[in-house]
Structure formats: C-alpha cells, structure tokens
C-alpha cells in the first residue's frame, strides 16, 4: 500500500488574526502553524493502515521553506518521507494541480487529505486532484478499510450516512473519526530528523484567482437570554434584531 | 557542540560577581525545532491523556495513575534524559528541563512524573554501575516499572542524614537485611522499584540501595490524606527484613547521603522549572475568565486591579522561565566541557549539576514561591469561584503548595544556597573585595557592555549584585565563621540573592532578543522585564534592611549603611500602571498567557 497524505500548514486555532497591507495579505508575525486538524485524521488513518497492511506514507506540502517544521512534524507521527513543493499556495487549483502532477509520478494506491483546510477552508483540493487524474474522490470520509484492491468507506450525507466501495486508486478528503488524532513519540521526533524530505519545483501553472481584500466577520455580539415561556420575545429578536426571517 | 566549548565557562553563584554579556546565556526561544515539537506532544499528552482524567486521579482511582505513567512511558516521556544504550532518548539536560515545565500544569500527574524520572530514575542512572544501569534503565524508562524514592522517615525529614532504617548483612554475606519505616513516599503505591536508604551498622552515613517490590518483606499504610496533590500516591512503607541482595547496594557503603544531597540537587531544580507551564496554565484562565466576567457591565477584566494581576503573573512566569532554561544551559555546557576533558558522561553530568547547585537551590525556591503567588492571584481574580471546587483554581491553589516543603523545604533551600556562595567566598573562589570597591571609588559604574534600550535596567542589576554583596560581606565580617547561626539575616541574603539572578535573567533574554529582532518587536519582553525588576529591586532593598538592621545595633553606622542600599537600590522612575496595563492589554487582547513558544 503506497500512501500519499498531503497536509497543510496552517495557523493555530487560537491564533489572533489580522490583515496587511490593505486587507490584501494575512498578517503572520506571532502566529505558530501546526498540521491541519482534517489533514492529522487523514495522517492518522495512513499510520495504522500502514500497520494493518504494510507499506509506506509520503507526506505531501505544497509550501515555502517556513512550513519544513510542520512537515517533520508529519515525519515523527510516521510518514516515511515527504515532498515539499516549493511554492506559495496561491490557490486550491494550483495546490490540486502540484498534487496531481505528484501522485502522476508516483503511483499511489490512496491519496488521503484533510475535508478541508482550516486557513481558507475550501474543501475543494480533493475533488479536482480527482478530476484532474480521472480517479474517484470521496468526502467527507469518516470510514475508511482497505479490502484487497477496494476501498470501503463511509462518508457524511444530509440527513444520514453513505456506504461506497470504490476502486483503487481513489482520493479521499477525511474527518474524524476516521482515526483517532496520534501525538508523535519522543522518539519519532527524534528520527523524523534524519527521514528524507525532498524539495521539489513547482510546476509552473497560471494563478486563476486573485485576492482583492480580506474581510473580518463582524464580532459576535452578547448572548440574550430569554425567559422560556417567552415565545413572543424570541420570535421578534429573531425577526428583527437577528434578521434570520 | 563544538561551538558551546567556545563559550566562556561559567561558574557556579558566579553571576553575583561577573556581568554577563547576554549572548551568553541561553534562552527558551533558541530550543530547536525538535524541541520544541517534544514540548508540543507533552503539551498534546497531558491535554489528552491527563486533563480529561483531574476528578479521578485526585480521586486516586485504582490503576489510573499508573497506566497514565505507563502512556507517558509509550511515548517517551520517561527516558528524555537516559542514554539511549539504556533505552532512552539521550536528550540534554535542559532538553528534560523543559519536559518538566510542560508537565508542570498536571498537579498529581506532576508530583508522580517528577518522582518517577527524577528521584526515583536518577540514582541508578548517575551511581548505579553497569549491571544495574542494564538492568533497570530500560524498564523504567519504558514505564514499564515505576519508581519512587524513600528518604524520609517519621524523626527524619529536613534532617535526612538521622534516618534510622537499617541495613544488616546476612550471615552468608549475599544479602543485606532492611528494616524500617518510611514516610511521605511518592508514587509508593504502585512503585515496583524503590531507592531505599538506611544505616549499615554504626555507620555516619546512609547507603543506598536499589529493592524490587518481589523481594519482599514491604508493606504500606494507607494513602495519606492530603491537602493537595490527592491523586498522587503518597504513603508510609515498612521494609521488614527485605532481602536486598549485596549487588544492589548503589555506589558505596556510606555514600548514600552524598547520593541522596546530589540527587535533590537535580530534583529541585527540575522541580523549579517544573511550575512554569502551570504558571501559563493559571494565567490563561485567569485572562479567559476576566475577559468573560462581567461586573458593573464591563469585563472585570477591564479593572486595573484586575490588569495588576494578570501582569504580575505574566513577569513571574517570564522570570522563572528565563532563569530556568539559563541554568539548565549552564549545566549542559558545563557537562560538555568535562567530557571533553576526559570525564566518564554520567561523572560529567553529576559535576555538571554540583556546580550550579546555587542555581538549581535557586530555581527550586523562586519557582515554588512564585507558583505559590499566581495561584493565589488566580483564586483572587476568579472571586467567590476561585474559592468554588466548581472551577480549577482552587485545585491549582492546593496542588501548588507542597512545592514549598518537598525535595528540601525552601528555607532549608535557602540556607543552603547562601552557605555554598559563603563557602566559595571563604575558599577564595570568588574575591568578594574586588566587588567591594565601590565604596573607595565612589560609585562609579563601567558598563561592560551597552544595554540599550535597558541601560537603567542593566546598571540597577549591577547595583543590586552590589547591595547584595554588601550584605553579605557585613554579615561575613561580624559573625564569621558562626554566619551559619543566623538564619534570619541567610533568609534575607537569600531573597536577594535570588532575586538578582532572576531579574538579570529576564534582562539578558530580553537583550538576546532585542539583538536578534529588534525592539520593537521585544516591545512585550522589555515591559515584562522592567515589571519584574521593579519589584525585585523592591524586595531586595526590604531584605536587605532588614538584614542590616539584625546584624548593626550601632544606629549611625545602620544609617550610613541603609544610605547605601538607597543609592544601590534606586530604580524608581517607573510608570509600573502603564507597563501593567500594557501587559495585561496584550494578554486581554490575545485571551491568554501574552506570549508562546512551543505550538
Ligand atoms: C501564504 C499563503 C497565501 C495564500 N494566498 C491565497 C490566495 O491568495 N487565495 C486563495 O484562495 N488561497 C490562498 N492561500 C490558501 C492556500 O492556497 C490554500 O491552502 C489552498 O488554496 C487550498 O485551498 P482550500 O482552502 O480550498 O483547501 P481545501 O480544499 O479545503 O483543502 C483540502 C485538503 O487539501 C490538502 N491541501 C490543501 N492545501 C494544501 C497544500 N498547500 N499542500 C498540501 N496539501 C494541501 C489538504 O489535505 C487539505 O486538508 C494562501 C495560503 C498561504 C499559506
Ligand atoms: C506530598 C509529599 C510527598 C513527598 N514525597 C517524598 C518522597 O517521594 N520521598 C521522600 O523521601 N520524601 C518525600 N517527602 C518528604 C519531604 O521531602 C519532607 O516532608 C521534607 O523534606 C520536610 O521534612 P519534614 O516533613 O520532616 O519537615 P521538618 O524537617 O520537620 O521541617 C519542619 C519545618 O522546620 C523547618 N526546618 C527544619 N530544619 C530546619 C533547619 N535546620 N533550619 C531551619 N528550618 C528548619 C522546615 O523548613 C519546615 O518549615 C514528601 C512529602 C510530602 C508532603
């Protein structure tokens, strides 16, 4: 079973966010990155099929140099290797396409990603890496088992949950709980040190998006609370102060 | 490596007669990013596999505490500092440091941590010989075997050399016999190796020795009931004729209490450290809960009383972790260099941590007393929740406490720390004159480095160093060679010492930052270091009247002496509202400690 997991660098939760330069780029000083929540699930699950059947991980970022300590991270939870492309991600179908042109190269049996990022939370990365090699994508996957050649996995639906058995290869974007989030040991630290990371070039590519301006959410207002009994009150706040109707 | 054996080699207490250039100390910024990736999954284990469990542990329930001992041990956590031929990750000194900071926010967890890697691992790993080394290390690294440490005795506490537990050779000389009672034994009740110390016939000294739980002849009482840390296995245990054999005897006859200072040694300064990430822990709730508490329609959070707090926990922090990861370095370096001259590694490491026993006294009672602090400032800001078992300050309160009493009390730490700086003084290690010459030369100051933006900083530091100087060459010149009899003027010597090498810590990391990002972005770390040393100044300048006026009936010759100290201790033109505000400020802003350093 050959595993490529690809991963994202991407600001901590609590990470205080702001804007420079006219709203037009995201202000990183004092921010700590970790791996993406969705892409640690995905991580996570490549680790214990690699128990289950044998095999190896390649760990996948699509990023400058600032995101190697994020990618070792990787390293020490147990991917064997990684590939870091060396290029600003400018947009999901630029990532799609530097990953695709990888998993073309590399004769993967899974491509496991997050559901989505949590920086742009596009979840759009899977579907076109599928598209863009002709392969299945599935998401969100909150299953997943290898059966000889087939996957078998369940993912989300409105209103329930839907079993598919697909052929490898497929993409699959995952969330919990798909696996259970691994902390890397002392020692997988230590040796994530010494395991390959190879830096490749990006393939060149025309950017098809531009950012013109990032806008705050307003800040949530108070919480109100209103007394049980008090249907009346509820529905005019709803209609008239929360707009909602 | 290499380019640590080019640093100029500190010596131990020497921070009191040299002023050090700031890039040579280290600071917790610089860990690298292995480091701080360890510091994470500690981070990560104890909010997955100990947080969830705070109720049942303190609740002692059977078995927890052990398995999470042994999780710990999966991962790890129990060997950062044993060789890896012994099974262990062979990480530096400082590197196990930090280890103990992030587990330091766990209460019980820590207290069982600590005695496991600390008193209960180090014996073998520094005095053990290589069977033992081979034996034990692995297991306990693993978490396989938990370890605790038995010392103290029901008549035999601070006075650790009295104990009375014996130890009798067998008639065919293969075993030795122990019989005794011990008390207040952490992680005795589910220890499977205990380092137990007792007297070998009429001798002066203890021994050690290395028991196995299945060698028998053990029992305990009952889990102590206790005023904090309940989820942590404290207990009495009785060794009745346990048949240790003679090859477990650690080190030699007699060695044990050398075995038994030199392991506390090493204990507390972990111990010292190991209160910064609970320091962190009280801080950001206290920031999360002012920020949500509202009176008077405002956050409280809003209040500068409130602010005051939130500030003053933040420069305590920023001081123990400054002085902390300083010393831990000092050791490191110190280590390298005696195994580049030569010395067998666990020898180098022993020596290492002897030198800086200033320090680690140092670390493990500012550490202590400042946890001490912020908890309580903690159940303030949280006002009648603080006091609510509803909320987490008030087990942080009574988990904070014990740090005070154990791994030697804190006045014993004192004591001691001012006698080792007295006995270098005596041997003519340090020149105490040379130091002195101010009061020829007037007070004239040659700064040996420019410390801008800090320069009033950096000349207050020196004249604190001199204050406290002063002091302690005064109490040497009237009580000489009895100085040891007069504990209350060592107390207040020892308050100055530490808080000098503290505040000069927080100055030289934040110097070390300004130099690598400019002061505008140390902005934070210029406003905690200034809070800090207008309080240390403050303290200093108390202890060391109080001091003086213990030790100089002569009223004319106290003033002219308490003239002094005003002069060494003027460090007043400082705003400290506005630095509290805009500390606190920061922390409001952010909801959390103000500052972070391992993600
Ligand atoms: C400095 C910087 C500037 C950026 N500027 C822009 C911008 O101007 N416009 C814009 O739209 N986006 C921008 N991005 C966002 C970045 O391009 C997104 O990470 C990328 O577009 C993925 O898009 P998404 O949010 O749709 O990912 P999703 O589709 O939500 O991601 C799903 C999964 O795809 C995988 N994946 C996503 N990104 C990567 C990656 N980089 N490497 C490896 N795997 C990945 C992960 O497994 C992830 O969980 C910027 C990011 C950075 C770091
Ligand atoms: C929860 C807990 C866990 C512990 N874990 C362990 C363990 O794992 N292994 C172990 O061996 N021990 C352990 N101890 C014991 C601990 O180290 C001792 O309690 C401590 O050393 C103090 O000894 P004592 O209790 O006999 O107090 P005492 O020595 O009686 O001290 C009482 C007071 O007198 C002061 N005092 C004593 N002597 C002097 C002096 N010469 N000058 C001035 N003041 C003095 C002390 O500072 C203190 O304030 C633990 C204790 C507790 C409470």
Redesign the pocket.
């Known amino acids: 079973m050959k595993i490529l997991v690809c991963i994202t660098h991407v600001p901590d939760t609590t990470s205080k966010i702001s804007f420079v330069d006219q709203d037009t780029v995201f202000d990183k000083t004092g921010v700590q990155f970790i791996i993406g929540p969705y892409d640690d699930y995905a991580l996570a699950r490549a680790v214990e099929l690699k128990e289950q059947l044998g095999g190896s991980i390649m760990a996948l970022n699509v990023g400058l140099a600032e995101t190697e300590p994020t990618i070792r991270k990787a390293l020490a939870i147990g991917a064997d290797e990684a590939i870091r492309i060396n290029a600003e991600p400018k947009d999901a179908f630029f990532v799609a396409h530097q990953i695709a042109q990888v998993v073309k190269g590399g004769d993967y049996d899974l491509i496991l990603m997050g559901r989505e990022s949590i920086d742009f939370n596009g979840g759009q990365v899977h579907g076109m890496v599928g598209e863009l090699l002709g392969i299945p994508s599935v998401s969100p996957v909150m299953h997943l088992d290898i059966e000889g050649n087939i996957a078998k996995l369940s993912r989300e639906i409105e209103g329930g949950k839907e079993l598919l058995e697909v052929a490898l290869p497929i993409v699959a974007g995952c969330q919990e709980p798909i696996a259970e989030w691994k902390i890397p040991n002392m020692r997988g630290i230590m040796s994530a040190r010494s395991k390959p990371l190879n830096v490749l070039d990006p393939f060149e590519d025309e950017q098809k998006t531009v950012v013109e301006n990032f806008v705050m959410p307003a800040a949530k207002s108070g919480i109100k609370m209103i007394d049980a009994d008090n249907v009346g009150e509820l529905v005019d706040l709803l209609k008239n102060e929360a707009k909602v109707f | 490596m290499e380019k640590t054996l080019e640093k100029n080699i500190v010596k131990g207490g020497g921070f009191l007669f040299n002023h050090p250039h700031f890039s040579e100390i280290f600071i917790p910024e610089e860990f690298n990013d292995e480091q701080k990736m360890m510091a994470k999954a500690t981070q990560d284990f104890i909010d997955k596999e100990v947080f969830p469990f705070v109720e049942r542990i303190d609740a002692l329930e059977e078995g927890l505490m052990p398995s999470i001992m042994t999780k710990a041990g999966e991962l790890g956590l129990l060997g950062v500092c044993i060789p890896e031929q012994y099974g262990g990750l062979g990480m530096s000194f400082n590197t196990g440091m930090l280890i103990a900071d992030i587990v330091a926010s766990t209460g019980s967890f820590t ?1 069982a941590f600590g ?1 496991h890697t600390g ?1 209960g691992t180090l014996p073998i790993l520094y005095y053990g010989d290589e069977t033992q080394k081979e034996k034990y290390l692995p297991k306990l690294s693993s978490g396989e075997w938990k370890a ?5 005795e029901p008549d ?5 050399n009295a104990a009375k537990t014996k130890a009798i050779l067998s008639e065919d000389q293969q075993h030795y016999l122990i019989t005794g009672q ?7 009740g589910f220890a499977d190796l205990f380092i137990v110390f007792a007297k070998i016939e009429d001798d002066k000294n203890l021994t050690a020795f290395i028991v196995e739980k299945s060698f028998g002849g053990i029992t305990m009482n009952d889990e ?1 009931r ?1 005023m904090g ?1 309940k989820g ?1 296995s ?1 207990r009495q245990v009785f060794f009745n004729d346990t048949k240790v054999p003679v090859e477990n005897m650690l080190s030699n006859r007699q060695n044990g209490f050398k075995i038994a200072v030199n392991i506390l040694n090493i204990g507390r300064i972990k111990l010292g450290c190991g209160v910064i990430n609970a320091c962190k822990q009280i801080a950001n709730q206290s920031t999360q809960y002012a920020n949500d508490r509202k009176q008077f329609g405002v956050s409280i959070s809003s209040f500068g009383a409130i602010k005051q707090k939130l500030s003053q926990m933040a420069a305590k922090t920023f001081g123990i972790e400054s002085a902390s990861y300083r010393a831990g370095q000092n050791i490191d370096d110190q280590v390298d260099v005696l195994i580049a001259q030569g010395h067998p590694e666990h020898e180098a490491k022993l020596q290492g941590v002897e030198q800086f026993a200033i320090e680690a006294a140092i670390i493990k009672v500012h550490g202590s007393d400042v946890l001490n602090e912020i908890a309580d400032q903690g159940v303030q800001v949280y006002g009648g929740m603080g006091f609510s078992e509803e909320a987490p300050m008030a087990r942080a309160y009574r988990d904070a406490r ?1 740090a005070k ?8 730490n004192r ?1 001691l720390l001012v006698g080792m700086i007295v006995k270098k003084i005596t041997k003519g290690e340090f020149n105490l004159k040379d130091e002195l010459d101010f009061f020829n030369t007037g007070m004239i100051h040659k700064d040996t480095f420019d410390a801008a933006p800090l320069s009033k900083e950096y000349k207050a530091i020196k004249n604190l160093k001199k204050a406290t100087l002063m002091v302690t060459s005064k109490a040497l010149e009237i009580y000489g060679a009895k100085i040891n009899e007069e ?1 209350e003027v060592l107390i207040n010597i020892s308050e100055m010492v530490i808080e000098t090498y503290v505040a000069e810590s927080t100055l030289l990391r934040t110097l070390k930052l300004i130099d690598q990002s400019g002061a505008t972005s140390a902005g934070l770390f210029i406003n905690l270091t200034k809070l800090y040393l207008f309080d240390a100044v403050r303290k200093s300048k108390n202890a060391g009247y109080e001091a003086l006026a213990c030790m100089i009936d002569d009223e004319a010759h106290l003033d002219s002496l308490l003239k002094v100290m005003d002069r060494l201790t003027a460090y007043n033109h400082l705003n400290t509202s506005r630095l509290s505000r805009d500390i606190a400020d920061e922390m409001i802003l952010q909801n959390k400690f103000p500052y972070t350093l391992y993600s």
């Open positions: 207290t005695a008193i605790c440490y038995c010392l103290t035999s506490g601070s006075d650790a011990k008390m207040w034994i952490s992680n005795a102590e206790k840390i942590s404290t014990i009493i154990y791994e030697g009390t804190n006045e014993i004591m504990q």
